[in-house]
T-cell receptor, first 114, second 111 residues
Framework: ETGVTQSPTHLIKTRGQQVTLRCSSQSGHNTVSWYQQALGQGPQFIFQYYREEENGRGNFPPRFSGLQFPNYSSELNVNALELDDSALYLC?????????????FGAGTRLSVL | QKEVEQDPGPLSVPEGAIVSLNCTYSNSAFQYFMWYRQYSRKGPELLMYTYSSGNKEDGRFTAQVDKSSKYISLFIRDSQPSDSATYLCAMSDNTGNQFYFGTGTSLTVIP
């Protein structure tokens, strides 16, 4: 186990709704990254938070937004859900040493948009 | 063209076989190379982490990086049924804020 926990494990929403996914990072880690993994694909980078600030963003529209809290836990918010948003959403935490740190993944939240 | 290409398989081998998994990439800025294993309905689990070119061995697993060819490999010796999973290659430049993943190769080891 990596110590990275995500909630909920599964979620079903309808098109147009909004969703919030949560992640608790491993103890001692101050950096959280979010990825979207569609069925049969590798994880795609959404964004990263370092000490409560966004520290890089992938090719995702603004309706994907995030937050990191003082305890370094994080939220991913998705507005105006589309069918193509159905995927496994993965959170990864890392040390934030300033170098290239190993990213440790949680088990993910499986989102289904109907 | 995707930044990281990986043959999705599926790959099926008998127990005890040597398995070779490969990825190619296009971005010469990539310096850090990882292999993750992902079981069904689980998050990716780190197997190997290497920097720049060369080989790294850890038990039954060997990772190779050839930066001149932009090609990385993972070898699994004496494969076991418990190795059955999807194997993802990942890589990063020096910023480290984004990992670029391949699509994953599905491996089944038959007892």
């Amino acid at each position: 186990e990596t110590g990275v926990t995500q909630s909920p494990t599964h979620l079903i929403k309808t098109r147009g709704q909004q969703v919030t996914l949560r992640c608790s990072s491993q103890s001692g880690h101050n950096t959280v990254s979010w990825y979207q993994q569609a069925l049969g694909q590798g994880p795609q980078f959404i964004f990263q938070y370092y000490r409560e600030e966004e520290n890089g963003r992938g090719n995702f529209p603004p309706r994907f937004s995030g937050l990191q809290f003082p305890n370094y836990s994080s939220e991913l918010n998705v507005n105006a859900l589309e069918l193509d948003d159905s995927a496994l959403y993965l959170c990864a935490s890392s040390l934030g040493s300033g170098g290239v740190d190993i990213q440790y993944f949680g088990a993910g939240t499986r989102l289904s948009v109907l | 063209q995707k930044e990281v290409e990986q043959d999705p398989g599926p790959l099926s081998v008998p127990e005890g076989a040597i398995v070779s998994l490969n990825c190619t990439y296009s971005n010469s800025a990539f310096q850090y190379f990882m292999w993750y294993r992902q079981y069904s309905r689980k998050g990716p689990e780190l197997l190997m982490y290497t920097y720049s070119s060369g080989n790294k061995e850890d038990g039954r697993f060997t990772a190779q990086v050839d930066k001149s060819s932009k090609y990385i490999s993972l070898f699994i010796r004496d494969s076991q049924p418990s190795d059955s999973a999807t194997y993802l290659c990942a890589m990063s430049d020096n910023t480290g804020n984004q990992f670029y993943f391949g699509t994953g190769t599905s491996l089944t080891v038959i007892p």
